[in-house]
């Protein structure tokens, strides 16, 4: 009967996690952490959306001076395509201001002054205009969208089109 009514206590030996190594590993990590995130600054270039609306009859009766336009650039790889839009022009006169220009790889500066001026005289003849329709060809690279909306927006000190609006290709059906 000795091995019976007996009962055998084991004992476990105290064990003891060293967590210093732990804590030294999150001391270091936690503030890495903390200054790796003020690294991301994001910008945004502000734009909108075209919204497609009924003309006004009242704007039909008003002064060439207080007509208001909508300049339209259709952006590809090889040229700009410039037109103008407008319910209160006839189509004889929106078809005298259409222009094609060319577009070169390299120069940036030289593209850029040529959109300007040609938008230029779009603004001196309708000054009261501020939209400009921007369509970038699938082939164009982000620097010449900035580049053409840069152009767009100013020449010098001359403000022309401040409202810049992207949008995709629209065909009319």
Do not use: C
């Amino acid at each position: 009967m000795s091995g019976l009514g007996e009962r055998r206590q084991f004992s476990d030996p105290e064990i003891e996690i060293n967590m210093v190594p732990i804590m030294n590993m999150f001391l270091v990590l936690i503030p890495f952490l903390l200054m790796s995130s003020s690294f991301l600054h994001l910008k945004a270039i502000d734009t909108s959306v075209p919204v497609r609306a009924v003309p006004d009859a009242s704007l039909e009766q008003e002064k060439k001076s207080d007509i208001v336009v909508t300049a339209v650039i259709k952006l590809n790889y090889t040229g700009v395509d410039l037109s103008i839009t407008s319910a209160e022009l006839s189509e004889a006169q929106l078809s005298a201001l259409d222009m094609k220009i060319e577009w070169s790889k390299d120069a940036s500066d030289k593209n850029k002054q040529k959109i300007a001026v040609a938008l230029k005289q779009i603004k001196d003849q309708y000054p009261k205009s501020t939209t400009l329709i921007l369509s970038p060809g699938d082939d164009v690279l982000y620097e010449d969208i900035v580049t053409v909306m840069d152009a767009a927006r100013k020449i010098e000190e001359e403000v022309l089109f401040p409202v810049v609006v992207i949008s995709g290709e629209v065909s009319a059906s």
